[in-house]
């Protein structure tokens, strides 16, 4: 493999909290450009393997490189951005305009007072107008609903202009009507603005005409592969790996709890 087109690259990752691993044996590479989907049932140890990428966690066992740098020494968090499962979760009447929380994205680096630029104004404009809620810049945060704060919440992340973006079940709190939409909106920051994405997700039979990649991951990585090797690979084993065929995944997320209780 060409390891300079590699952006994250995973080296035999195992990884415990106290008695128990929650990921073994974790080998996977994602190539700049990549739309990378990682599905897997409940506590199947997804977000371990974000938090590892993050460096949230520290790695115990096995290596990982950040565009082609050991984690260890890895300062260009920048080049990243995140977006927690639990973001969207801002009570109506939070005082903060959308403006405000995707600036709060440049914090970092104009400080906490110090006046913003025409340049730092252009920035947070753009990355409102890249998730599609320039309509709504003025807005407070808390009147929006859980689809839209997600998208401000993306937006933050982008605003420093991450190379790569990660989310983890960004979809959830999303109405069900406004899913597709949401994926159509992470396409565009693929296939238009060249971000590499890392998405965390349930809905695999919604997603797999959006990603190039798929990975599943209960414990360990069961499948890696492009979307087409995913596609050819449905059926049995994708069926005995969630317990239930994925085309028959009902896509409302009314029906969550069904996935989260799966065989595995
Ligand atoms: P997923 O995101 O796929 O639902 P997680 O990575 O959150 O899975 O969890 C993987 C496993 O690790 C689960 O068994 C979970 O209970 C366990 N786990 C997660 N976080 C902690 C923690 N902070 N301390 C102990 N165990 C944890
Ligand atoms: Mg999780």
């Known amino acids: 493999m060409d390891l300079s087109n590699t952006i994250i690259d995973i080296q035999d990752i195992t990884y415990r909290y106290e008695k128990e691993n929650a990921l073994e044996n974790i080998n996977l590479q ?69 403006q405000e929380v995707v600036a709060s994205g440049l914090t970092k680096k104009i400080g906490l007072f110090k006046r913003k630029t025409k340049e730092h104004h252009h920035k947070i404009n753009q990355a409102i107008d890249s998730v599609g809620m320039t309509a709504f810049a003025k807005q407070n945060i808390g009147e ?18 991450p190379s790569l973006l990660i989310l983890d079940e960004p979809t959830v709190g999303v109405d069900a009507k406004n899913v597709q939409s949401f994926y159509q909106m992470l396409d565009d920051l693929n296939k238009k603005r060249g971000i590499t994405l890392l998405l965390v997700t349930h809905d695999i039979g919604t997603i797999t005409d959006k990603v190039t990649h798929v990975a599943c991951l209960n414990k360990h990585l069961h499948f890696h592969g492009n979307t087409h090797e ?26 969550e709890h069904e996935y989260g209780g799966s065989v595995l």
């Open 30 to 98: 994602v190539p700049k450009g990549a739309f990378l989907g990682i599905v897997g049932p409940n506590g199947s140890g997804k977000s371990t393997l974000l938090k590892l990428i993050l460096g949230l966690l520290k790695v115990q066992k096995g290596n990982i490189r950040l565009f082609g740098q050991d984690i260890s020494r890895f300062k260009d968090w920048d080049k990243i951005g995140f977006v927690s499962q639990k973001a969207n979760s801002f009570n109506t009447g939070f005082p903060a305009t959308v």
């Open 230 to 255: 995913f596609e050819e690979l449905r059926g049995k084993e994708v069926t005995d790996f969630y317990g239930y065929d994925v085309h028959v995944l009902n896509h409302n997320h009314d029906h």
């Open 144 to 161: 929006l609903s859980g689809g839209q704060q997600q998208r401000v919440f993306i937006a933050r992340a982008l605003v420093s202009e």
